[in-house]
C-alpha cells in the first residue's frame, strides 16, 4: 500500500497504535481482549502483512512477540493495565536480555476505573523492569511514538512501553499517514549467552541493563521526545506527560510547560537546567506521584500530588482546581446555571444472555457463589446479587479452595460454587482447575460457555468454533477436565431451565468436586433472535415471576380496560430465549409464532 504524502485522517488513539506498527515495519503482534485496548488487535487484523493474534492470555501473547523479537521482526504485545500483572513472569527477565527486533509493550490504564477492577498506573512497571517509557499525548503522537519506541528498542537494546489511557485509547484526532517501512529480519542467531538467563549470563546483564538506561537518559536530555514550552513567566514551571497535557492546553493557564514524552527515564538533566530558571516547579500526573517521587529523589524541590488528585482521571476542571490552590492560576467565575440532571442507568445483563438462567437458579437456590472476571460480574448486582467476590481473572478456583479449607477448620463446611466464563476458563482457568481436580470439599463450578469472550466485544474463544462451523481447532471443555481426572462433570443447555436447574440442585448437593458445563451462545455477539415471546393477559396473575429473571424487555404495565399491572415483553427487544415463559407457573407467556394469539 503506498501512502500520498500529507494523507490526513481522523484516527483513535487504538487506531493510531496499529498503524503506528504497520508504518515502522512491525511484523508480529499479540494481545488478549482488554478494554481499553482491544480495537488495536481488531485494526491490525486488516493488515496481511503483519501476523496478528488473540492469545490465550496476556503472558501468551507477550511471549509471542518475544519470539517474534528474538527473530529480529519488529514485535508488539498490547493489553489493558491488569494485563501486565499476567504477563509480568516473562516480562521481568525478558528485559534483561539485549533486545534484537524492536519490541514494544502497548499498555491501556484506566484511571478512574470506567472498566476494571483496579486503577493500578503502569508507568512503575517501566522502573521496576529496567525499560523505557513513552507517554503520547495525541493520536498523532501515538502513531509516532510506536515507531520511536521500536527505534529506541534497537538502539538501546530494551524493550519499550507506551502507556496509553483509555480516554486517549477512545477519543479521536487527526494523524498524518506515512508509507510503511520494510521489514529487516535477520532470523533467529542462537546465542545462549544472549538468551538464556541463567545466573553466569543473568549477573552480566545486570550491569547491561544500568548501563543502557544511563544511555538512554543522556539520549532523553536532547530528544524531541520532551518539549520545552516557554510562556515568559517565572514564577512556576509544569512538568506533565500525557493526555495530561492535551487537558492542560485546554485551560490555558499562560504557564510555561515542561512536556515529557520519555517519562523513564527521566531526563533529569534537562529537567535541571529548564527548573532552574523558575521559582517554583509542579508536577501534574495522574494516579500514583510517579515522576515527582523520583524528581525528589534526584534533589529537585517539586510540588504535585498536594494540589493533584492521587485517583481517577484527571481531566481540565480538576487541573484548574490543582493550579487554583498551588496560586498558580486565579479561580474561575462559576456560573449558576446548572446542568440537567441524567438519569441513572443500572448495568444489566442484554436480552437473552446466557448467564441470566443461571444466576436465577443460583438466586433461588440461597447458594454462595464465588465470582470472576467477565460479563457475568454483572450477577453482584441487583437483582441477582448472586456473585460474593470479585478478584481477578481466573481467582475463583482458588479462592474457593481456600473458603473451604477455611470452613472445614472453623468446622463451618458447606456447599460453595465458582463460576468461571469459557474465556476465562481458557485465559487463566486452567491451572486453578488443576489445581482443584482432586479437591475431597464439597465444590461445584460452574462453566458458563457462551462460546466467545463477550465482555470486550466478541472477540474468539477455542469454543467458538464448535458453535459457527468454521473449520477452526477446537477444544472441549468437558474433555479438558476430564483429562485432569475430574470425572463429575454435566453438560447443560441453561435454555432448558427446569432441566438446568436439577442438574446444578443435585451437583451441589453431591460431595467431592462437581462440574456442570452450560452451553448457549452470547445473544448480541452471535446475533441470536427467534420469534419473540408476549404476554396473555388473560392468564397472567401478576405474580412477578417473570419479572425475577431480570431480562431488560419485561416489565409491568396496565393494559387498556385493565385495573391492575399485569406483566409484559416488548417484542422489539425480546430474542426469544424463552426463558421467561418457562419459569412462569399459568403459562401465561407464549411464542408469538403461535396461531390465533395476538403479539
Keep these: 500500500m503506498r501512502v500520498s504524502e500529507r494523507t490526513l485522517t481522523l484516527m483513535t488513539g487504538n487506531e493510531a497504535v496499529a498503524r503506528g506498527f504497520w508504518e515502522a515495519g512491525g511484523v508480529v503482534a499479540a494481545s488478549y481482549p482488554g478494554s481499553p485496548t482491544v480495537e488495536i488487535m481488531e485494526r491490525?487484523?486488516?493488515?496481511?502483512?503483519?501476523?496478528?493474534?488473540?492469545?490465550?492470555n496476556e503472558k501468551v501473547a507477550l511471549e509471542i512477540a518475544i519470539g517474534g523479537s528474538f527473530a529480529g521482526a519488529r514485535s508488539m504485545a498490547s493489553m489493558k493495565h491488569v494485563g501486565i500483572n499476567i504477563a509480568a513472569d516473562p516480562f521481568m527477565t525478558f528485559t534483561q536480555i539485549r533486545t534484537k527486533g524492536g519490541f514494544v509493550l502497548v499498555v491501556g490504564d484506566d484511571p478512574g476505573l470506567s472498566s476494571s477492577q483496579n486503577e493500578q498506573d503502569s508507568r512503575f512497571f517501566a522502573k521496576f523492569a529496567n525499560c523505557a517509557l513513552l507517554e503520547?499525548?495525541?493520536?498523532?503522537?501515538?502513531?509516532?511514538?510506536?515507531?520511536?519506541?521500536?527505534?529506541?528498542s534497537e538502539e538501546f537494546g530494551m524493550p519499550a512501553i507506551v502507556k496509553l489511557t483509555s480516554t486517549l485509547c477512545h477519543s479521536r484526532g487527526e494523524v498524518e499517514l506515512s508509507e510503511r517501512k520494510p521489514p529487516?529480519?535477520?532470523?533467529?542467531v542462537?546465542?545462549?549467552?544472549?538468551?538464556?538467563?541463567?545466573?553466569?549470563?543473568?549477573?552480566?546483564?545486570?550491569?547491561?541493563?544500568?548501563?543502557?538506561?544511563?544511555?538512554?537518559?543522556?539520549h532523553g536530555n536532547a530528544s524531541p521526545l520532551n518539549r520545552y514550552e516557554d510562556s515568559g513567566r517565572r514564577d512556576a514551571l509544569v512538568i506533565t506527560a500525557g493526555l495530561t497535557y492535551e487537558y492542560l492546553r485546554e485551560i490555558n493557564p499562560n504557564v510555561s510547560v515542561l512536556k515529557l514524552g520519555l517519562t523513564y527515564p527521566l531526563p533529569v538533566e534537562l529537567i535541571k537546567e529548564v527548573a532552574a530558571g523558575y521559582d517554583r516547579v509542579l508536577v501534574i500526573e495522574e494516579l500514583m506521584p510517579f515522576m515527582e517521587e523520583q524528581l525528589l529523589a534526584h534533589g529537585l524541590t517539586v510540588e504535585g500530588k498536594k494540589y493533584f488528585s492521587f485517583t481517577g482521571e484527571l481531566n481540565s476542571d480538576r487541573i484548574r482546581e490543582g493550579l487554583v490552590k498551588a496560586g498558580v492560576m486565579a479561580p474561575l467565575e462559576i456560573s449558576a446555571e446548572v446542568a440537567p440532571a441524567v438519569p441513572r442507568r443500572t448495568p444489566m445483563l442484554c436480552a437473552g444472555c446466557p448467564h441470566r438462567p443461571v444466576f436465577h437458579i443460583l438466586q433461588k437456590a440461597k447458594a454462595t457463589v464465588i465470582g470472576d472476571i467477565g460479563c457475568y460480574s454483572l450477577g453482584i448486582l441487583e437483582p441477582f446479587e448472586v456473585l460474593k467476590t470479585n478478584l481477578s481473572m481466573g481467582a475463583s478456583l482458588g479462592i474457593i479452595q481456600g473458603m473451604a479449607k477455611a470452613h472445614k477448620t472453623a468446622g463451618k463446611a458447606k456447599p460453595l460454587v465458582a463460576v468461571i466464563g469459557d474465556g476465562t476458563f481458557f485465559h487463566s482457568g486452567?491451572?486453578?482447575?488443576?489445581?482443584?481436580a482432586n479437591t475431597k470439599d464439597n465444590i461445584t463450578v460452574v462453566v458458563l460457555d457462551n462460546r466467545t469472550t463477550a465482555m470486550t466485544g466478541g472477540q474468539i474463544?477455542?469454543?467458538?468454533?464448535?458453535?459457527?462451523?468454521?473449520?477452526?481447532?477446537?477444544?472441549?471443555?468437558?474433555?479438558?477436565?476430564?483429562?485432569f481426572g475430574i470425572n463429575d462433570v454435566t453438560v447443560a443447555d441453561q435454555f432448558e431451565h427446569s432441566k438446568t436447574r436439577s442438574v446444578i440442585v443435585e451437583a451441589i448437593k453431591r460431595e467431592g468436586l462437581s462440574v456442570v458445563v452450560v452451553t448457549r451462545p452470547c445473544a448480541l455477539n452471535f446475533r441470536i433472535r427467534e420469534p419473540h415471546y408476549y404476554v396473555d393477559r388473560e392468564i397472567c396473575i401478576s405474580c412477578r415471576s417473570c419479572i425475577g429473571v431480570n431480562c431488560?424487555?419485561?416489565?409491568?404495565?396496565?393494559?387498556?380496560?385493565?385495573?391492575?399491572?399485569?406483566?409484559?415483553?416488548?417484542?422489539?427487544m425480546c430474542v426469544g430465549c424463552s426463558v421467561c415463559s418457562q419459569v412462569c407457573p399459568v403459562k401465561a407467556i407464549k411464542k408469538s409464532s403461535q396461531a390465533g394469539v395476538e403479539e
Excluded at 493488515?47 to 493474534?53: G, W
Excluded at 502513531?143 to 519506541?149: N, Q, R
Excluded at 431488560?552 to 422489539?572: A, C, F, L, R, T
Aim: contains cysteine; aromatic residues 8%.
Design 430 to 436: 486452567l491451572s486453578g482447575f488443576a489445581d482443584i
Design 190 to 218: 542462537p546465542d545462549q549467552s544472549r538468551y538464556c538467563m541463567l545466573p553466569p549470563y543473568a549477573n552480566v546483564q545486570q550491569h547491561f541493563m544500568q548501563e543502557r538506561l544511563a544511555k538512554l537518559r543522556t
Design 136 to 152: 503520547p499525548s495525541t493520536a498523532q503522537e501515538v502513531k509516532d511514538f510506536i515507531g520511536e519506541a521500536l527505534a529506541i
Design 184 to 188: 529487516q529480519i535477520e532470523g533467529f
Design 44 to 56: 491490525l487484523k486488516e493488515h496481511e502483512d503483519i501476523h496478528a493474534e488473540w492469545a490465550m
Design 461 to 483: 474463544t477455542p469454543t467458538t468454533g464448535e458453535l459457527t462451523g468454521e473449520a477452526s481447532h477446537i477444544i472441549s471443555i468437558p474433555a479438558v477436565l476430564k483429562s
Design 552 to 572: 431488560p424487555p419485561i416489565s409491568m404495565q396496565v393494559y387498556e380496560g385493565y385495573d391492575k399491572k399485569n406483566s409484559y415483553i416488548n417484542p422489539e
